[in-house]
């Protein structure tokens, strides 16, 4: 099996975990852009596909189906609340449910009432959207190794990147955390239908998954992440003052870019001076931390091929949005269609399917397995 792979991707290794979180966000931002559902099943579709054929065999690598399962919940309750807090007299009527009569102070509010299809349809478009994201961001956590991802963090963002990295590990250890109680629950028999059952399976995997978050939190800060080392006063000072200048330009820049009526010279100049001090800022606090890399992952042709298609996703999606509204935002009364143009940005998602080397921890499980 290592033949083909290497003759095609080259040798079997993980692919640098910020290479997936930008094919991720790609495709996220596309899938942010449209409410077409086709596009949206097609973005879901290329983003299981890439994961299904690009995991590895660690354990975050199982957590795309609680994702999923998160992705449906979404979909189900879009509809739900469409229905108890969308009821509208405009359209084919499907149920003439009873409103429920509200005090003076709810106004503009209705409960049930007639459920027309136009509503459930955009109540399912809504869904899917925020399905397609999830997803997404599903697909990276499940093929970015966590632990790497810290690695790979600027020495500046080490702090906030410490708290993202355990926040997105959660979803991966309850799918082990989960996968180890069902087998242990198997052994030991007992309830295996009712509410029984859930309540031995819920609360041993919420309590394994808190104390594995705890005993990772425990360990990194033994090892020192996170901490800003040895810093002069004076160099804190300049540190902190430089970010809050930036921060202050881009709010100031952002604010102006979006009110027609401020003044043209508070816009982009100002935007533009922001994240300028805002780079400088960052390069300052980066001398704080003093830390070292054992074998930093490289950046190859597979990384930039990965890079490029997220890329290339959201730079359609967006102009799909902005040229092809009929396409991108169909409406519910019409069937939704696929241009051509759509139609390359849910396929050419699929890329590092086949543009990525195979994880070598994949690898060694398909052969123990076989």
Known sequence: MAGPVGTLTGLPRDLHPIAWWSWAIGLATAASLTTNPLLLLLIMGSAAVVVMS??????????????VLLAALTVVLRV??????????????????????????????????PVTSEALLAGLYDGLRLAAIILCVGAANSLANPKRLLASVPPALYEIGTALVVAVTVFAQLADSARRVRAAQALRGGATTGVARLRRFLVPVLEDALERSLALAAGMDTRGYGRSGGATRRERWVTGSLLLLALTGICVGTYAWLDPTAPRVLAL??????????VLGLVSAGRRVQRTRYRPDPWRAPELATVGVGLAVAVLGWYVAHTQGVVAYPGVDTAPYLSPLALAVGVLGTVPAVATPVPASALAQRQVAT
């Open 80 to 113: 739900v609340f469409r229905i108890v807090f969308g009821g509208q007299e405009v359209g084919h009527v499907l149920l003439d449910l009873p409103e429920v009569p509200l005090p003076d102070v709810a106004a503009g509010i209705r409960l049930l009432g």
């Open 54 to 67: 690009r995991r590895s065999g660690h354990p975050f690598g199982r957590s795309f189906r609680l994702y």
């Open 269 to 278: 100049p100002m935007l533009g001076a922001g994240v300028a001090v805002a």
